[in-house]
């Protein structure tokens, strides 16, 4: 068995692992990561971009087909066809290019890559089975970055018709009927996808509403946009088993109805990938299925560090990356503690959801005093030359010194608008200096702008 030594050991290559070790290697911290399967993790390879780039080329054909009905633009198109082998090759050139350029960074930043699998000897030492034989690395702290997988229901495992998200990401046919177990942002962003493909989706969803992590006035729109698509919203509703032609389900009232479906994507949360490198020796402190962290990141095990979708939610990839970030530093020596304001979280819908800090309820929850300024985008120009008039701004401000608590927004492309709703909370701006900003117009962030001056009651144009 080969042995290796070095000062920071990473376990994943995904958004969070590869960003410690580049980090760590720049600050000149001798650093090994291993990753078993793709450097980029899930969200590079079969999660966040790949997604991405389905959705734009969905967008694209939908747009298309919609032409051939007549478009108010003028726009005529004969006949719109797609050719998705050449759609999933366009995507998956994307994702090498990316992933080819994390291993280039690695490199660059002088971070030694090991393929293959990593199990804990002890709290300092792994095993590492891959490709090039075994191998013991010893290191003077560890970073558990293994990240999430799809979840799976016992009455529905995944096989044959029943695929996970990272099956749904690498389909080579568009499937003529698709069911989806699970309302939430995966299921919706993927269904909203093939629906403008062209397949008959229907969402399944067991709680009252879709995306229930989000209040009703920013649903609405995405509830009205999946009508309109054609797709078919069964809320109240539980998936019990496959059947002949589809999937099972039973209703509100208890009846059980069985949905046609060529495929059945199973989409109802991830869970945390701890078993491939646990060991009995191993003890780490546990809130519930997810790693127990403090303000550095640090486990219960001196000098074993935890990052990302393990350590619970909100699994989003550059939460991970700044934990991983801040660990290099403390590693490297730094004195860096977790003191981030707010994380922002975008919904890839049609329309989209961005949402930064409290929303109303949680600030209600919480006790705080708060005012509501909101601006529709049916009164914004740029809105309206992008035929997206649907949606809205929407900002919180504690009322007792009108300091910005949450930012929400519901319309197409509000996702470019989470950096200006992250920055006003992380840089503690007042309603006053958001009203004071000049926003360039036309452009969506004039919505920010007039919903900063609603609070006031001194908006321009609404």
């Known amino acids: 068995m080969k042995d290796l030594t070095c000062k920071l050991l990473v376990i994943g290559g995904g958004p969070g692992g590869y960003v410690c070790a580049i980090r760590a290697g720049q600050l000149?911290?001798?650093?090994?990561?291993?990753?078993?399967?793709?450097?980029?993790?899930?969200?590079?390879?079969?999660?966040?971009?790949?997604?991405?780039?389905?959705?734009?080329?969905?967008?694209e054909f939908h747009a298309a087909r919609g032409a051939q009905e007549g478009s108010p633009l003028g726009i005529q198109v004969d006949e719109a066809r797609i050719d998705f082998t050449q759609t999933m090759?366009?995507?998956?050139?994307?994702?090498?290019?990316?992933?080819?350029?994390?291993?280039?960074?690695l490199r660059k930043a002088k971070v030694r890559h090991v393929a293959g699998y990593a199990r804990f000897v002890d709290g300092k030492t792994v095993d590492v089975d891959g490709p090039d034989g075994p191998m013991r690395v010893r290191a003077e702290a560890v970073v558990i970055a293994t990240g999430a997988a799809p979840a799976?229901?016992?009455n529905l495992p995944f096989?044959?018709?029943?695929?996970?998200?990272?099956?749904?990401?690498?389909?080579?046919?568009?499937?003529?009927?698709?069911?989806?177990v699970g309302g939430g942002y995966i299921g919706l962003e993927i269904g909203t996808a093939f629906a403008k493909f062209g397949s008959a989706v229907t969402v399944v969803e067991a709680e009252p509403s879709i995306l229930p992590q989000y209040d009703a006035r920013l649903r609405r729109p995405v509830e009205e946009a999946l009508a309109g698509l054609g797709v078919r919203v069964m809320t109240g509703t539980r998936a019990k088993t496959e059947g002949r032609s589809g999937l099972i389900v039973e209703g509100p009232d208890g009846e059980t109805e069985e949905i046609e479906a060529d495929r059945i994507l199973i989409a109802v949360g991830r869970k945390p990938n701890l078993e491939s490198v646990a060991a009995e020796g191993l003890q780490l402190a546990m809130s519930g299925r997810y790693v127990t962290i403090d303000e550095r990141c640090a486990t219960s095990m001196r000098g074993v560090f935890a990052i990302g979708d393990i350590t619970g939610e909100p699994m989003l990839a550059h939460r991970a990356m700044a934990q991983g970030e801040l660990v290099a530093h403390v590693v490297a020596g730094g004195r860096d503690v977790w003191d981030k304001r707010a994380m922002p979280s975008i919904c890839f819908t049609d329309p989209e959801i961005v949402t930064c800090g409290m929303d109303p309820?949680?600030?209600?929850?919480?006790?705080?005093?708060?005012?509501?300024?909101?601006?529709?985008?049916?009164?914004?120009?740029?809105?309206?030359?992008?035929?997206?008039?649907?949606?809205?701004?929407?900002?919180i401000a504690r009322r007792s010194d009108q300091a910005i608590i949450g930012v929400q927004a519901v319309g197409r492309g509000v996702s470019e608008l989470a950096a200006?709703?992250?920055?006003?909370?992380?840089?503690?701006?007042?309603?006053?200096?958001?009203?004071?900003?000049?926003?360039?117009?036309?452009?969506?962030?004039?919505?920010?702008?007039?919903?900063?001056?609603?609070?006031?009651?001194?908006?321009?144009?609404?």
């Open 159 to 180: 096989g044959g018709k029943v695929i996970s998200s990272t099956e749904a990401l690498s389909l080579t046919q568009i499937p003529d009927k698709l069911a989806i």
């Open 89 to 105: 090759a366009w995507k998956d050139g994307i994702v090498e290019r990316l992933t080819t350029g994390v291993s280039g960074l």
């Open 28 to 59: 000149g911290v001798d650093t090994i990561i291993v990753e078993p399967k793709w450097l980029g993790g899930t969200c590079l390879n079969v999660g966040c971009i790949p997604s991405k780039a389905l959705i734009h080329a969905a967008d």
């Open 420 to 462: 200006a709703f992250t920055v006003a909370i992380e840089m503690g701006a007042c309603v006053e200096d958001l009203s004071a900003i000049v926003q360039a117009h036309p452009s969506l962030g004039e919505g920010l702008l007039e919903a900063a001056l609603n609070i006031s009651g001194e908006q321009i144009h609404s």
């Open 361 to 395: 309820e949680a600030a209600k929850n919480a006790g705080i005093e708060f005012d509501i300024g909101q601006f529709p985008f049916k009164a914004n120009g740029r809105a309206m030359t992008m035929e997206a008039d649907t949606g809205f701004v929407r900002i």
């Open 152 to 154: 799976s229901l016992p």
